[in-house]
């Protein structure tokens, strides 16, 4: 099993939808947490990170942290197409210092 | 542009040749990472430096590869005699001094293709 779990997708919503994206994890180790934007063919683009549990948030975004479920979440309100794309989630044990990434999730946002 | 660089983009390959990838991460940034991303799989951790050390590589780096970076600057990732196994796309990541590096740049990466 692997120490990230993300959802797998594919996921189509109409523009100006909700979106969730979920992923979980087993390792308890684990104290940072990011999620990451990938359009086809290009690297990684770091959209939010946090540290503790509870919600934090950037403009359309939310991230959302729950260490006593091992659950985190990214939200996207008000989606646009220019949201289609690979998101990864992506955690760090400090002590590691690489970060263990989900498989990603692929969004289509239709006009 | 001042982000991550990575050369070349494009790799194509026989099987059995000697393949070098470079980094250049952004300036003063003194972590370096190398990860591996197959289609539809999220970026796996290869190896990571701070400055010039090589602090921790995976199982996944097997004796065919090996990475350097000199002077703790740019960064090279070397695989000898490729398989079709190692056809991937190869991300480099730089990240700067502080706890839980959180903040990681990614390059374009370098996809290469072992025909």
């Known amino acids: 099993q692997k120490e990230v779990e993300q959802d797998p997708g594919p996921l189509s919503v109409p523009e100006g939808a909700i979106v969730s994206l979920n992923c979980t994890y087993s390792?308890?180790?684990?104290?940072?947490f990011m999620w990451y934007r990938q359009y086809s063919r290009k690297g990684p683009e770091l959209l939010m990170y946090?540290?503790?549990?509870g919600n934090k948030e950037d403009g359309r975004f939310t991230a959302q942290v729950d260490k006593s479920s091992k659950y985190i979440s990214l939200f996207i309100r008000d989606s646009q197409p220019s949201d289609s794309a690979t998101y990864l989630c992506?955690?760090?044990?400090?002590?590691?210092?690489?970060?263990?990434f989900g498989d990603g999730t692929t969004l289509t946002v239709k006009p | 542009d001042t982000g991550v660089s990575q050369n070349p983009r494009h790799k194509i390959t026989k099987r059995g040749q000697n393949v070098t990838f470079r980094c250049d991460p952004i300036?003063?940034?003194?972590?370096l990472y190398w990860y591996r991303q197959t289609l539809g799989q999220g970026p796996e951790f290869l190896t990571y430096?701070?400055?010039?050390?090589?602090?921790?590589k995976s199982r996944l780096l097997s004796d065919r590869f090996s990475a350097e970076r000199p002077k703790g600057s740019f960064s090279t990732l070397e695989i000898q005699r490729t398989e079709q196994g190692d056809s991937a796309m190869y991300l480099c990541?730089?990240?700067?001094?502080?706890?839980?590096?959180?903040?990681?740049?990614f390059g374009q990466g370098t996809r290469l293709t072992v025909v």
């Open positions: 430096f701070q400055n010039e050390a090589q602090l921790e």
């Open positions: 390792n308890s180790a684990f104290q940072y």
């Open positions: 992506a955690m760090i044990n400090t002590n590691a210092g690489k970060s263990t």
């Open positions: 300036s003063e940034h003194n972590r």
């Open positions: 946090t540290y503790s549990s």
């Open positions: 990541a730089s990240s700067p001094r502080g706890e839980g590096n959180t903040e990681a740049f």
